[in-house]
Nanobody, 124 residues
């Protein structure tokens, strides 16, 4: 069983920054592919960013490319999402997800475990 706990969400003005964290349980965190997804009210959950087990490969949704950065610290069992130049359309609940056996990717179906989510609101 893997538990994922997100933190770092909140209210921020347009153009501001936030850093989300996702702390994972499990002795083999270093082997998991990890990702962030988000879900806005009335919309489907969508891919934001992913990172392979060693951080060697990352992927981003076009809507966040150049503004968001995913990273991980395997010694701390934590994955991060640095979000800069935030826009009102980034407002959503952000979820951390883990793929224990595969290489992750952009599909929700690839991920075995999910966190409870953290709210990000971008508004003036």
């Amino acid at each position: 069983q893997v538990q994922l706990v997100e933190s770092g969400g909140g209210l921020v003005q347009p153009g501001g920054s936030l850093r989300l964290s996702c702390a994972a349980s499990g002795r083999t965190f270093y082997s998991y592919s990890m990702a962030w997804f988000r879900q806005a009210p009335g919309k489907e959950r969508e891919f934001v960013a992913s990172i392979t087990w060693n951080g060697g490969r990352t992927a981003y949704a076009d809507s966040v490319k150049g503004r968001f950065t995913i990273s991980r610290d395997n010694a701390k069992n934590t994955v991060y999402l640095q979000m800069n130049s935030l826009k009102p359309e980034d407002t959503a609940v952000y979820y951390c997800a883990a793929d224990l056996w595969g290489s992750g990717g952009t599909s929700k179906a690839s991920y075995n475990y999910w966190g409870q989510g953290t709210q990000v609101t971008v508004s003036s």
